[in-house]
């Protein structure tokens, strides 16, 4: 596996699955695999489950993780090609890949989209040149449109708490202060379509994801109806695709409240789970009463992070 962006790019689902719960029952299993070799973990943006659990999944295979965290531990780096670097940025990642690439096996970059030039954010520019100069298979731990590793480890979560073989799955907008990439729903819905699963997705009107990640998932408007006999809910925020519209792409079009997830919605569910992939704002995404219910599956979720990435790591070590 040379890059790790989309579920297509690790094949079988259902094979993935397995060998995620093998590598789960025991994640020492192939620590001699990654011996002598590193991953360099490169961080645009912050991050708390996916360095740590991208860390630990690293050296459960023994292989050795470098974490940098661009404009913090390094220079100021110029994503733009054909730009006059005269402003605050010391370096261009044309040099920086390649450079990189000379101190490691593997590569995962989290770059998060700039939600300003939509095509630009569609064309992954900032991974595909990780993918064209360092040489090195890529992961993306969430970048401008995708968050494969997080919606793996969804997969997993849902395949362990799963009561019928095809569950309903509805991906629920909810608001949020802050404009928030697509990468998370875009990815969660490709995976959960790829994987076979019941998926609707409910939002306000010109919150439409973009086709690519959504064409075969039924859209209803009306997040009531979504509800009802779901047996997984995913919260998550999202800003303006811009698929319609695309100035309006990356904007808040949307602060309706009554779009939190809380007991009135989870009522008419079939005791469905919530999930969502964290960091979340309790009380504007989800209320504490639903965050803090048994049916609350985030922290099983978090954990299975390990698990995803663990799998990823381990396929791409093995055809190095
Ligand atoms: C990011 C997002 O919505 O893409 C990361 C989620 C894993 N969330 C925030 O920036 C709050
Ligand atoms: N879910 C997730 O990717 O969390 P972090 O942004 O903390 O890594």
Request: glycine share 6%; with cysteine; aromatic share 8%.
């Amino acid at each position: 596996m040379r890059k790790f962006f989309y579920a297509s790019d690790i094949g079988d689902l259902g094979k993935a699955l397995s060998e995620a719960r093998e590598l789960k029952r025991n994640r020492l299993a192939y620590k001699s695999l990654g011996e002598g070799k590193t991953i360099m973990l490169v961080f645009f943006n912050s991050s708390l489950r996916t360095r740590l659990s991208s860390q630990k999944a690293a050296l459960n295979l023994g292989l050795s993780p470098i974490v940098l965290n661009i404009g913090q531990d390094s220079w100021k780096l110029e994503t733009e090609l054909g730009v006059v670097m005269d402003g605050d940025k010391s370096e261009h990642l044309r040099e920086a890949i390649p450079v990189m690439g000379c101190y490691c096996d593997l590569i995962g970059v989290r770059s998060f989209a700039g939600l300003k030039d939509r095509e630009a954010d569609y064309a992954e520019t900032v991974l595909e040149q990780f993918v064209q100069y360092s040489g090195r298979p890529v992961i993306s731990l969430e970048s401008a449109t995708v968050h494969p590793c997080q919606a793996f480890a969804d997969l997993i979560t849902i395949d362990e708490y799963k009561r019928r073989p095809r569950p309903k799955v509805v991906l629920s907008w909810a608001p949020h202060p802050r404009a928030l990439p697509q990468a998370v729903p875009n990815s969660f819905a490709e995976w959960m379509l790829a994987a076979g699963m019941d998926l609707v997705i409910t939002q306000p009107e010109g919150y439409e994801l973009d086709p690519r990640f959504t064409a075969g998932a039924r859209i209803e408007y009306d997040q009531m109806r979504a509800f009802e006999g779901a047996d997984f809910v995913y919260a998550k925020n999202w800003s303006c695709p811009g698929v319609s519209d695309p100035s309006r792409y990356g904007q808040i079009i949307c602060s309706d409240p009554s779009w939190t997830v809380g007991e009135r919605q989870m009522t008419v569910t079939d005791n469905a789970y919530f999930m969502h992939c964290l960091p979340v704002r309790r009380n504007v995404v989800v209320t504490d009463a639903v965050i803090d219910s048994p049916a609350s599956l985030v922290i099983p979720e978090a954990a299975n992070r390990e698990i995803s990435v663990q799998v990823v790591m381990k396929r791409m070590l093995e055809s190095l």
